[in-house]
């Protein structure tokens, strides 16, 4: 089963890019692949999304924040 992808357009700095192009390729992936490690390393750490890849829990606000 192929795992479905949302596709978009992303504008990112010259400098930034070549920063993600290096890194990928110490890590033997594309800067694409990269990137979306990042930010699901990152959405993790923020307590965004769970553990297993891909499994989302659906965006609830953190304990501590205020809600209107």
């Given at each position: 089963?192929?795992?479905r992808r949302k596709q978009f357009p992303l504008r990112i700095?010259?400098?930034l890019y070549?920063?993600?192009e290096a890194w990928a390729?110490?890590?033997f992936r594309s800067?694409?692949?990269q990137i979306e490690a990042?930010?699901?390393d990152a959405a993790r750490r923020a307590g965004?999304?769970?553990r297993r890849r891909g499994d989302h829990d659906g965006g609830a606000p953190d304990a501590g924040s205020a809600t209107d």
């Open positions: 089963m192929t795992r700095a010259p400098d070549a920063v993600y390729a110490d890590e800067v694409n692949a990042v930010l699901m965004r999304l769970s």
